[in-house]
């Protein structure tokens, strides 16, 4: 079994544990990305995947962190359950790469319709003059999209963090945490412990 693999897999099966252990979102993760001014922005997203290359979620590309992916891939993941005993949290370091056009699709058809029109009415980031406005801009998609499927707007895809640094953090008494991390460098993954 590849590290990766075992760090994957680790992964999965205390989310699994976080669910059943009462946690309302799982899959939040807060997501960290930087401008061209080396400026951090940071906002909790929804993992909708984990397959054997790394982590995905949906966006607008063109909300402020679509742009800043892709102008600058490199960013973080964290993930936190309270619900699991004395906390863990798992944190990922890598880069982002778009997902195919189809793993788009797909997961857009899979969408209620109000979100997926919710797509298309949102521009994402902008000043929004009233909540009305927006509002008039779901009207108007319904409308237009009415008897008929609603195709994925072309700026609405998905990114998979491909990680180079995956860390599970186990909360211990009197600060002495567990930390265990997993790193690749030149082209080699490393497990190792660090201090708290």
């Not at 982590?55 to 679509?66: D, I, L, P, R």
């Not at 999209?145 to 909360?171: A, I, K, L, N, T």
Request: glycine content about 6%; proline content about 5%; some cysteine.
């Amino acid at each position: 079994m590849s590290l990766l693999f075992e760090a994957f897999t680790h992964f999965r099966d205390l989310q699994e544990r976080a669910r059943a252990a009462g946690d309302p979102e799982p899959t939040a993760m807060t997501l960290s990305t930087a401008n061209g001014q080396g400026r951090v922005s940071s906002r909790t997203v929804l993992l909708k995947e984990l397959d054997g290359r790394g982590f995905v979620f949906y966006t607008n590309y063109e909300s402020n962190k679509g742009q800043q992916i892709l102008a600058h891939p490199q960013c973080a993941l964290l993930f936190l359950w309270k619900t699991l005993d004395k906390q863990v949290q798992v944190k990922i370091e890598g880069l982002a790469e778009s997902v195919s056009h189809c793993e788009a699709d797909a997961y857009f058809a899979s969408r209620p319709r109000l979100s997926q029109i919710g797509a298309w009415a949102s521009r994402q980031s902008r000043e929004l003059g009233s909540r009305e406005e927006l509002m008039a801009r779901v009207r108007e998609f319904e409308q237009r999209f009415e008897g008929q499927d609603v195709p994925r707007p072309p700026h609405w895809s998905g990114f998979r963090v491909v990680p180079d640094m995956v860390e599970f953090w186990y909360g211990q008494d009197f600060r002495l945490h567990d930390r265990l991390r997993y790193e690749l460098k030149d082209g080699v993954w490393s497990k190792r412990a660090l201090y708290p």
